[in-house]
């Protein structure tokens, strides 16, 4: 991996973990030689993680539509900022930009770019690894529920390991670092 893009809350959450895991992620991050691609704003979880990695000297590349630029939430110190006219534009360029993902507490729009991401992985339209920092149990109803989508059938079995799952920062690094895509050329049923 080269970039890895963070998706994650532009709020900070009501505890402190939560800023404290996403800027030690970032220090994580650059302390492994990776580039951090992320939202480009300088508030919440975003602003923490990007902080994280520019304390320990590395490469932070924000990708940030113009309304949000406008409304003054960029970071300006980055390495890099490419501003885009849409969230999809933001999260489409994220994806090229990256090797991989790891989504950290958010919500709904953190949600959405971590599916996206799966079912992109599902389709095979990219073999990148997908992870999850699971701070504090934050995503524990999250995982449990990919296990019903299982049991009732919405999900195949082989694509639980499409996410990457755990709570310490190195753990799921070197998980990432050793993924292995699936092949996965034949995801729908052909009954």
């Known amino acids: 991996m ?47 993680v990007a902080g994280g990695a520019l304390s320990n000297g590395g490469k932070v590349i924000g990708v940030i539509p113009d309304f949000l630029k406008k409304k003054e939430l960029e970071l300006k110190d980055v390495s890099e900022m490419h501003v885009v006219d849409t969230m999809h534009e933001r999260k489409a360029l994220m994806n090229e930009l990256s090797d991989g993902v790891i989504a950290l507490p958010g919500g709904y729009g953190t949600l959405e770019e971590l599916f996206e991401m799966l079912t992109w992985a599902q389709l095979a339209l990219h073999k990148k690894p997908v992870g999850l920092l699971n701070v504090e149990g934050y995503y524990d109803a999250l995982i449990e529920m990919s296990s019903k989508m299982i049991d009732k059938g919405f999900l195949k079995e082989e694509y639980r390991e499409l996410l990457i799952v755990d709570d310490d920062i190195d753990l799921l690094l070197n998980k990432m670092e050793d993924y292995i895509p699936p092949a996965n050329d034949k995801w729908f049923e052909t009954k």
Not at 8 to 33: K, M, P, T, Y
């Open 2 to 48: 080269k970039n890895i893009s963070i998706f994650c809350g532009s709020s900070s959450g009501n505890e402190g973990v939560f800023v404290d895991q996403a800027a030690q992620l970032g220090h994580e991050i650059a302390e492994r030689g990776y580039g951090l691609v992320y939202g480009g704003a300088r508030v919440g979880l975003m602003g923490a």
